[in-house]
């Protein structure tokens, strides 16, 4: 069993910037991936950026740009960068381990942008 907490979410402008932490509860050394994601009011939970154990980083077209995920294994942490943060970005960010094949879901913090 894994506990993930994230934080650093909050209000933010329009072009403002924020960035959210994950720790998990266990060494993230060999996990096999991990990644946000976020789910907007009557809209489906979608992946936002992954990253592997190796540091391989995938993002959606929506962040591609904008957003970096990175982690720090001897902190446990997984991290997302959001600059030129839009109001369509507003969503609830989870936090996402997957390791052998099951999934592992923070609690989530809520990111608002302001036009």
């Known amino acids: 069993q894994v506990k993930l907490v994230e934080s650093g979410g909050g209000l933010v402008q329009a072009g403002g910037s924020l960035r959210l932490s994950c720790v998990a509860s266990r060494s993230i050394v060999n996990i096999a991936s991990m990644g946000w994601y976020r789910q907007a009011p009557g809209k489906q939970r979608e992946v936002v950026a992954t990253i592997t154990y190796s540091g391989g980083t995938n993002y959606a077209d929506s962040g591609q740009g904008r957003f970096t995920i990175s982690r720090d294994n001897a902190k446990s942490t997984v991290y997302l960068q959001m600059n030129s943060l839009k109001p369509e970005d507003t969503a609830v960010y989870y936090c996402?381990?997957?390791?052998?094949?099951?999934?592992?879901w923070g609690q989530g913090t809520q990111v608002t942008v302001s036009s």
């Open positions: 996402n381990l997957l390791q052998y094949s099951v999934d592992y």
